[in-house]
T-cell receptor
């Protein structure tokens, strides 16, 4: 069974630009969560989608948004990039997002904002 | 609000020595607790999880953790370290009975010396 895939793996952008990251969950998984990982703040929850609906949201500004498609694939968008958005963005999938379920993480997309 | 504190951002052990990584949680009710491992340039992999079924939890790669409610702790141990255990380890918490939203500790980097 293929794991969680994220594209692209690496990305370089400049301040003010926008970026879209993609996540394909494990087949059959309907819950997709996104996390931002930085050396200073560690791993922080961005949002979670289930059946094309955002169910949970972390404490990030509105510049961070996402969506989920009918095939459970998810995209994350960051508009008006700032230097502080440089991070590793991880997505994770699980069957339905229940607390007892295991989340499976992708390898991440490393974003560098110049 | 829940939180986890990992004591020691960096732990160094010799090959064959005991590994002990500390995690304390803060929650008004017993949560679900997890340990994840992250190897360089990879996503997170679940080592083990506590979901109130048993206080001593065995995970992959010879790791185990014990939930101690009186100490609000969930320390990770392995009797004998191997060079391949060198990685960053994250303790995480999610509220029991709720949808998935992991809150991570800052991580502990484990170095294994030959």
């Amino acid at each position: 069974k293929a794991g969680v895939t994220q594209t692209p793996r690496y990305l370089i952008k400049t301040r003010g630009q926008q970026v879209t990251l993609s996540c394909s969950p494990i087949s059959g998984h309907r819950s997709v969560s996104w996390y931002q990982q930085t050396p200073g703040q560690g791993l922080q929850f961005l949002f979670e989608y289930f059946s094309e609906t955002q169910r949970n949201k972390g404490n990030f500004p509105g510049r961070f948004s996402g969506r989920q498609f009918s095939n459970s694939r998810s995209e994350m968008n960051v508009s008006t990039l700032e230097l502080g958005d440089s991070a590793l963005y991880l997505c994770a999938s699980s069957l339905s997002g229940g607390a007892l379920e295991t989340q499976y993480f992708g390898p991440g997309t490393r974003l560098l904002v110049l | 609000a829940q939180s986890v504190t990992q004591l020691g951002s960096h732990v160094s052990v010799s090959e064959g020595a005991l590994v002990l990584l500390r995690c304390n949680y803060s929650s008004s009710v017993p949560p679900y607790l997890f340990w994840y491992v992250q190897y360089p340039n990879q996503g997170l992999q679940l080592l083990l999880k506590y979901t109130s079924a048993a206080t001593l939890v065995k995970g992959i790669n010879g790791f185990e953790a014990e939930f101690k409610k009186s100490e609000t702790s969930f320390h990770l141990t392995k009797p004998s370290a191997h060079m391949s255990d060198a990685a960053e380890y994250f303790c995480a918490v999610t509220p029991s009975g709720s949808n998935y939203k992991l809150t991570f500790g800052k991580g502990t980097l484990l170095t294994v010396n030959p």
